[in-house]
């Protein structure tokens, strides 16, 4: 199957749910006055229908209901919220509730940004010129490229496709906190299967990446998931798991417990079957015809060359990095993002206690906290927080065994650091805790939180610090392994 059959695939399966806000879904039947969904819109739940796709028709009050106070506005404004919050993608009138202006569809995206989740919006008007501009002042910005995707046929060639191949202009995307994909099209062009393409088009758009689209791959596949674990969950506990709290010192310690068994369990599931769009056939056929005529020919004499080209990427010499960048197509950038992503949790921005393999910086130095979690959570005064010291680095050949090297997501940016398994950093804890510390804490409020590394690549470091001789293997990049020169 083409990369591009199996995006759509996926699309159709991530795209459950669509919300249509508008104020015009119900029109008055002039033979009898009585409300019925109009004609675009009944077809629309057709198209949606043959796709498997929930359709759901939301009718936004009109100019003469929602202005005759403030706190109807509010309460239509709150209506369509809960409701855009609930779907997959939004269909939004540019003119929502009123004849001459946005207001309210802009009020409604602004609240929408708001939200931690990332959002699809389709927004049609007979103004298009318009809106580019009011966009623009809300705090969107337009991407630079869109992405022409073209709908698979059974003529398709074989010949394998580059992902991420750009067009300019095809389909605008505005973007805002990088989580609002918002597209626009005239109202002329709205039927129902020319919609749903739009719909798809804009996922492509938004995120041409493969590892998005695993992302998307696994959402729906956990959503499958729980129905089919639920039933196998054990009944008639509920007095056996309240007894069980009576015998847990930390609070809430059952709640983690059995939320980590239910979530391993999903885990375990998922891995059973690998994620399509990155399954071996499908990521080969992103190599160029030249490149895979030589894996198959030499695949040895292929990956050295790779080994030795990633080498090059992050060493010293700027003539052999740029013929390195040009005869692999790889990019330190982008290696070093990957390998972040890898090593260090995306989500831990939101952390804002101390625990294991969080990360502080203050100054030019950087913080491990390597302390038991046990001991972190009954933290008593004059108690230690035990961190490894570490320094930013490039990524290349440690001096000793002694150095381990870390890539981390830090805010909208990727370090890698080294910590020395033999320089310790105590602090003293000046009054008791409560749970883990704040970050915000006495104790640690000259410190600035960076990010936090995995379970797995923690453990790792802790091992080459207190058990030399034991080796924790860890499926990290192996053109970053390479250049650090890990074995």
Known sequence: ???????????????????????????????????????????????????????????????????????????????????????????????????????????????????????FILVYTGHSPNVEGRLLEIGFKKKENSIRVERPSASESEEPEIAGQVNEGDLPIFVKDNKIFLSFFDKAEMDSSTLIDKIYSMLYSSYPDLLHWAGFELSYRVKELFPKILPKLPVKVDKEIAIQALFKSIPNELSYQISNLILDEVKKSLLLAPVSILQDETLLSIISKEDNERIKNDKAGFLGEMKKAGKALFGNDETKKESAKTKTGLKPDTLLHLNAFIESYALSKSLDRLIQGVILQKEDKYYLSITPLCDLYRLATGGKISFLVGEESKIEKSAEDRYIQVSVISEDRQINLIFDAYNLFQIEASGDHVGYPKLDATELKDYKYVGCLREDIFNRVLHRVWVMRTRVGIDILEIVRVVRHEN
């Open 1 to 119: 199957m083409m990369i591009n059959e199996l995006k759509r695939n996926i699309a159709s399966h991530y795209c459950g749910s669509i919300a249509i806000i508008d104020d015009d879904v119900l029109i008055e039947d002039k033979e009898d006055s009585s409300l019925k969904v109009g004609e675009a819109f009944r077809s629309l739940i057709e198209k949606c229908s043959e796709d498997s796709i929930l359709c759901h028709l939301h009718s936004f009050p009109k100019e003469a209901t929602v202005t005759s106070e403030q706190s109807s506005s509010d309460k239509a404004i709150a209506a369509a919220l809960a409701v855009a919050k609930k779907a997959d993608v939004v269909i939004l009138d540019w003119y929502l509730g009123l004849n001459d202006r946005p207001e309210y569809s802009l009020k409604l995206l602004n609240q929408l940004s708001e939200s931690d989740s990332i959002r």
